[in-house]
């Protein structure tokens, strides 16, 4: 900053005087920043009114929330920071935090002012942080939230005193009330940007001449020496992100010193890593004295004697197991409505669109490219939504820590930890919210893992493919029934067993990514459990409302132009006009047959000589209907073969035969890249059914039945239906998956990562099925 | 004896923390000093991880984790 101003000083020689003045009228930068579970999501959204711009900072998987807001004529923006314990970055995710804070992190300016959110519940290990933080010499104010929980536990803070021992200001909030919050935004009103304290010196004299040597070792290597803090962190964080960070930037020897540093520590009795947490705990407890009263003997608080039920090792389980079944189905059944409505709503819009538009590319492109396209993205609306409504007061309310607890052993025999369950049980709904719902998990490599096999898990959209094929092939053999009630099938098991296959098959592949790909990466589940509480409805919500509009923004726009670019594929290069025409005379005939059974009606009252001539000019009509469906679908199936579509299904055929596939199947796997489902309705197109179709049509089911390779032999049997099946169990055919994916890890590589992998264990999977199946029947 | 060894309900004090790994340094960070008393509050339903009040809190562990702290019962 002091370095544009220069420039901007020696452009404008003289004015330096009015420049001056608008540094004061600069916008400020405030970073929050506190440990998980103090409220400040909750605190952040008050402050900056609900309306904040999220993105992702370059390079890492860490969100980037900020809310401009204008204070008093001020403007300032609201940087909010990952919640955690310690400023000792151990990963990059880590590191950001840090670099923002120091004014390193390119696209935020250094923060001048910092606002540290503390639980003053639980106030001495909360300052551990908070002490980490004044070491930066930035202004910061320091919030005490939840001081009504406090207070009912009998805690007592002088903030006051506090304030005067530490020479900050200190402000005593309830978020959840909204209270405090004016105080607040006075307090940082209050700072003079740029301002600097003296950083207390709470270690040894012995870490500080330690500190001044590797100083002067960086110098020799570096243009710049690293700020203080950074020293510090060095110094401090044995195995951390800086300490690693300097080994691949730096040489002559400056890690040999560094490890004769720490050596030389250890003898003068300051070993690291241990000395900072004994320091700093040392310090708040001292600093507390006399400032935060507390009984004697904690009493057993409201949240314990909940969670002597919900975590108790049986009870506590199957309250787990009854939530989860709840939530499951309510994103299953209370979103099925929505979607049928929205995909009512689809239908009802291209209809009203094919009124006002004449047949042609202009109406295709809209109809089947555009409106399908939007339909497409909006249809995971509601799970979304549904699903993000349960997980914001799972989290709030603090349930999501004990969940975690509950699930961690059995996860971990998957490699995992019990934080990826609710992501990965939502993704047997939807990969989409599920992907988004790793958000939780804070180890980065987890989250990356659970994230490349969430798409395994059989969501909604595999159950049309499913549905069809059973329908269609697996004979319907009952084992076990009860009355009419058939509980145990052949059709049965097969849907099971399909539903089954990708959860199954992640085991190996979470096994391989943790201990191939992500190896050495050891995830501590050091995991606080928070007192219980209400969930807060505004943050409810504003978390459901940002995450369907970051959703729709983001993703939607990528899957819509996905969507168009498969119409145009099956559209072109093909000649349409024969097609259009015969649209045109189909929907000319069909108004002809919907007036004459209108007058049919009237007619039925009156003279039967008038029926008769009615029935029998109804019946001509109906035949050319027939006719002209007939021909349509014919000249719509040589459209789609001679597509570039079709032209791609028959390049893949030898790819697929040994799947047992003929090049419709092809062409309807690669159509169906935007969303699994979009195979049943390309393959009710290609077997000339029209455009649609649903999964349980009978012209559909048995149209693939006698369907035939050019020497006559059947194309689908069992082997066949089945290698369709386990391919779309395996597959990564979701658009929408793949960009969620892209958006949360901001990064292309997982997305490709992910395709590759799903698609050639797909192949794979549907070869053997296929394989081995023919060799059984 | 080790943090992992306690019986339900028992309180213990904290001797030290062994090793200079991302579990300890985390283990130092959340509160778990020497000198500090920690009681088990509960298992999860596999007997693992566990659940302790220190420093006025709840905090869980997995048992390898609670194998790195040295503790003496009080």
């Known amino acids: 900053m002091k370095a544009a101003l220069s420039d901007l000083d020696s452009m404008t020689n003289s004015s330096t005087v009015s420049s001056q003045q608008a540094v004061h009228q600069q916008k400020m930068t405030i970073a929050i920043i506190g440990n998980p579970n103090t409220g400040k999501s909750t605190l952040f959204n008050q402050l900056s009114g609900g309306h904040a711009h999220i993105g992702n900072f370059p390079g890492v998987t860490v969100e980037k929330k900020v809310g401009s807001v204008t204070w008093e004529g001020r403007k300032l923006d609201l940087v909010d920071l990952p919640g955690t314990y310690s400023l000792a970055p151990r990963s990059i995710d880590e590191m950001l935090a840090v670099d923002v804070l120091l004014g390193r992190q390119k696209g935020v300016p250094r923060p001048d002012a910092i606002i540290c959110i503390a639980d003053a519940s639980n106030l001495e290990r909360n300052l551990y942080l908070f002490s980490q933080i004044l070491d930066l010499s930035t202004p910061v104010v320091l919030v005490l939230n939840m001081c009504d929980l406090a207070r009912s536990r009998g805690i007592e803070i002088d903030a006051a005193e506090l304030s005067q021992r530490l020479g900050q200001p200190v402000v005593c909030t309830e978020a959840h009330h909204g209270k405090g919050i004016k105080e607040l935004k006075a307090a940082i009103l209050n700072i003079d940007p740029g301002s600097r304290h003296e950083v207390q010196q709470l270690f040894p004299e012995s870490f500080y001449a330690e500190r001044s040597q590797l100083r002067e070792k960086l110098k020799s290597q570096q243009d710049e020496s690293p700020p203080d803090f950074l020293i510090d962190r060095l110094l401090l964080d044995v195995g951390g992100y800086v300490e690693s960070y300097f080994e691949h930037h730096t040489h002559n020897g400056l890690i040999e010193h560094l490890h004769a540093a720490r050596t030389r520590l250890k003898e003068s009795g300051c070993a690291v890593p241990a000395t900072e947490a004994r320091v700093r705990y040392g310090w708040s407890r001292e600093l507390l004295k006399g400032v935060l009263h507390q009984p004697e003997v904690q009493q057993e608080t409201a949240s314990d004697k909940i969670d002597r039920w919900l975590t108790h090792p049986a009870f506590g389980f199957l309250f787990f197991i009854v939530l989860m079944f709840f939530v499951f189905q309510s994103v299953f059944t209370w979103a099925g409505p929505i979607m049928d409505q929205i995909e009512a709503a689809q239908t009802a819009v291209g209809g009203i669109v094919e009124s006002f538009i004449a047949p042609g590319p202009l109406r295709s492109l809209l109809v089947d490219g555009v409106i399908a396209g939007v339909g497409g993205v909006l249809i995971f609306l509601p799970q979304i939504v549904i699903l993000y409504f349960f997980i914001a007061v799972l989290e709030d309310s603090g349930y999501m820590a004990r969940a975690a607890y509950i699930m961690d052993r059995l996860m971990r025999s998957l490699g995992l930890s019990g934080k990826s369950f609710i992501p990965l049980m939502s993704s047997y709904a939807c990969a989409v919210p599920g992907i988004m719902a790793t958000r939780v998990i804070e180890n980065r490599h987890e989250r990356l893992t659970t994230i490349l096999v969430a798409p395994l898990m059989s969501c909604s959209a595999r159950w049309p493919v499913y549905t069809l094929f059973i329908a269609a092939f697996i004979p319907n053999v009952v084992y076990f029934s009860l009355g009419d009630l058939s509980l145990i099938s052949l059709q049965g098991i097969v849907l099971f067993a399909m539903s089954s296959i990708g959860a199954v098959i992640a085991v190996p592949v979470a096994w391989f990514l943790k201990r191939v790909c992500f190896k050495g990466d050891v995830a501590p589940f050091v995991m606080e459990l928070p007192g219980y509480k209400w969930p807060s409805s505004r943050n409810v919500i504003y978390r459901v409302y940002s995450r369907g509009k970051s959703f729709v923004v983001k993703a939607g726009t990528l899957i819509f132009a996905t969507s168009i670019l498969i119409w145009a594929a099956g559209y072109f290069p093909g000649n349409h006009s024969e097609q259009f025409a015969l649209q045109q005379q189909i929907e000319t005939v069909d108004a002809t047959v919907e007036k004459v059974e209108g007058q049919l009606e009237v007619a039925k009252g009156e003279t039967s000589e008038q029926v008769e001539s009615l029935e029998v000019q109804l019946k001509n009509l109906e035949s050319t209907q027939s006719l002209l469906y007939e021909r349509q679908n014919l000249v719509s199936s040589q459209l789609i073969e001679n597509s570039y579509l079709g032209k791609a299904g028959h390049l893949i055929e030898p790819v697929v035969k040994p799947l047992g596939w003929d090049w419709k199947i092809g062409v309807g796997v690669i159509a169906s890249f935007p969303a699994r489902e979009v195979i049943i309705s390309t393959l009710g197109t290609i077997y000339s059914l029209g455009g649609d179709v649903g999964e349980d049509d009978e012209g559909l089911i048995g149209s693939i039945r006698v369907a035939t390779w050019p020497d006559g032999r059947k194309v689908f049997n069992v082997p066949v239906a089945i290698s369709i099946m386990v391919f779309f169990a395996l597959c990564a055919q979701c658009a929408a998956t793949l960009m969620v994916m892209r958006r949360e890890t901001n990064s292309w590589v997982w997305p490709v990562v992910s395709f590759t992998y799903m698609t050639t264990l797909a192949y794979l999977g549907a070869l053997l099925s296929y394989q081995v199946g023919m060799m059984l029947i | ?74």
């Open chain 2, 1 to 74: 004896m080790t943090l992992n060894q306690l019986i339900k309900g028992q309180i213990a004090r904290i001797i030290e923390i062994k090793g200079e790994d991302a579990i300890s340094i985390r283990l130092m960070e959340m509160g778990l000093i020497d000198g500090e008393q920690i009681q088990l509050l509960g298992k999860a339903p596999l007997g693992d991880p566990l659940e302790f009040a220190v420093r006025g809190y709840r905090l869980s562990l997995r048992l390898n984790e609670a194998k790195c702290v040295e503790v003496e019962i009080i």
